[in-house]
């Protein structure tokens, strides 16, 4: 197994790294023993170390000091400062690890020592629960056996895809994103349940649920999403009348138009833009 007897740290201790944590040990794929972990937020840091049993260092240079894989989980602006306070004290063929959204790989490379291994990921929340939807690229520095590392955790937390590096800033305005959608989605559905007399709870939770039974159809049964919503549509019944105010409601262009402008955000994070 790749990360046998590795020790991977994350700079970075907020909503994604402990995902990636969470996910990892309940996979088995790592012993919490063999997790770092550095944040500003000390506070925070200790409470996750205290929750999942890895150890948190209030040093970076003393995490990547220690560490064979390094994951940035940091604010893309954050990243220029981290990798300079590092650099000194990365070790040949680590494996460095971004989940910093719009940062390239380039970038990267160039503020760490020459042909590190470098590799960029795009994961999502719902790593937390072990449905996470993550793709990756990889630097001119990485071989087979990094990307195994990158792959083998990502995959643990869910679907893992490898995609050309120009592509991410898409992923992350589609997967990256799309939780919030979802969400958004199933408290309005959940909304327009209690409009119509369900208890708010109940609502809840058969709007959740069909989202994820829809989910899993199209993964399961590998059809066109358009085949199975017309499977549902029966002539004159009520989910084309429910799909007519939909359509009419562009909620297609809407979601479209969320994507883009999600994509086009992470390429301004990544030029600098705040």
Do not use: W
């Not at 046998?4 to 944590?21: D, P, T």
């Not at 958004?184 to 058969?206: C, F, H, M, P, S």
């Not at 549509?233 to 009520?238: A, F, K, L, N, Q």
């Amino acid at each position: 197994m790749p990360l046998s007897n590795k020790i991977v740290g994350f700079i970075g201790a907020g909503n994604m790294a402990e995902a990636l944590i969470k996910s990892m040990i309940r996979g088995k794929l790592i012993k919490p023993s063999n997790i770092l972990a550095s944040d500003i937020n000390t506070e925070r840091g200790h409470k996750l170390a205290k929750t999942y049993k890895f150890q948190f260092l209030e040093d970076n240079k003393e995490l990547v000091s220690q560490a064979d894989v390094v994951v940035y989980a940091v604010k893309p602006f954050m990243m220029e400062k981290v990798l300079a306070e590092v650099f000194n004290f990365v070790k040949r063929q680590q494996v460095h690890i971004s989940i910093a959204a719009g940062i390239s790989l380039e970038f990267i490379e160039m503020n760490l020592p020459t042909d590190t291994p470098v590799i960029r990921v795009m994961p999502n929340t719902p790593c937390l629960v072990g449905a996470g939807a993550s793709a990756y690229s990889v630097g001119k520095a990485t071989g087979q056996e990094q990307e195994e590392i990158v792959k083998n955790i990502l995959d643990c937390t869910g679907v893992s895809v490898k995609v050309e590096e120009h592509l991410l800033n898409a992923v992350t305005g589609l997967s990256g994103s799309g939780p919030a959608y979802a969400f958004l989605i199933i408290e309005a559905l959940a909304d327009a349940g209690v409009k119509a007399g369900l208890q708010r709870d109940v609502a809840v939770t058969l709007a959740a649920q069909t989202l994820l039974g829809s989910a899993k159809m199209v993964l399961d049964s590998k059809e066109h999403p358009a085949k199975l919503k017309d499977m549902v549509t029966t002539p004159s019944g009520t989910t084309i009348a429910g799909l007519h105010v939909l359509e009419n409601g562009r909620l297609r262009g809407v979601l479209i138009d969320a994507v883009s402008a999600a994509a086009k955000r992470a390429g301004e994070l990544g030029s600098g833009k705040k």
